[in-house]
T-cell receptor, first 115, second 116 residues
């Protein structure tokens, strides 16, 4: 079984500042992918960034970057220059080469960007 | 490209009634997923289709939930009879192929179901 744990239920950050959201995971597979999804109040889950486990280089997408620590099974998301539109729930998720490649989500972190 | 379409957006029913949700995936996406998202939690996979065949329904409460994907395109998810604990957002997602990481899942806006 694979698990994803997000230990920060809520976080806040001042506009233009940097914030880091934490995520740890567990899987017995060697081939897996990690994701961060954003879910604004509109409810649509939007893919923010993804990381392939076999790539050592951390993924970046504009203001979003990850710190992937494979040995520690840690996958944190850094948001730079936070904007009001970043206010949302953020979910860490894992998909691995086990069975039906099920996408497993954490419980989420509610991020509030304060003007 | 058009995204994943879901309807209705909201539904309120009484317990023991039945309800159905509809999903139209992104054109060309072979794989379709239904998730249940209870308030305060991450989505949980209920069922995964590859074209019109079921790949994984291990977490689907089959005594009350059913889903079908006729012709490998649109899908419906039904609950009969509904229980109070079924109150949740039901999300539909699709991907080009079955769930590998380089083919990310695209989500619809979801249906919020409230059971009275």
């Amino acid at each position: 079984a694979q698990t994803v744990t997000q230990s920060q239920p809520e976080m806040s950050v001042q506009e233009a500042e940097t914030v880091t959201l934490s995520c740890t995971y567990d899987t017995s597979e060697n081939n897996y992918y990690l994701f961060w999804y954003k879910q604004p109040p509109s409810r649509q889950m939007i893919l923010v960034i993804r990381q392939e486990a076999y790539k050592q280089q951390n993924a970046t997408e504009n203001r979003f970057s990850v710190n992937f620590q494979k040995a520690a099974k840690s996958f944190s998301l850094k948001i730079s220059d936070s904007q009001l539109g970043d206010t949302a729930m953020y979910f860490c998720a894992l998909i691995s080469g086990a069975g039906s490649y099920q996408l497993t989500f954490g419980k989420g972190t509610k991020l509030s960007v304060i003007p | 490209e058009a995204g994943v379409a879901q309807s209705p957006r909201y539904k309120i029913i009484e317990k023991r009634q039945s309800v159905a949700f509809w999903c139209n995936p992104i054109s060309g996406h072979a794989t379709l997923y239904w998730y249940q998202q209870i308030l305060g939690q991450g989505p949980k996979l209920l069922i995964q289709f590859q074209n019109n065949g079921v790949v994984d329904d291990s977490q689907l409460p089959k005594d009350r939930f059913s889903a079908e994907r006729l012709k490998g395109v649109d899908s419906t998810l039904k609950i009969q009879p509904a229980k109070l604990e079924d109150s949740a957002v039901y999300l539909c997602a699709s991907s080009l192929v079955g769930g590998v990481g380089n083919q990310p899942q695209h989500f619809g806006d979801g249906t919020r179901l409230s059971i009275l």
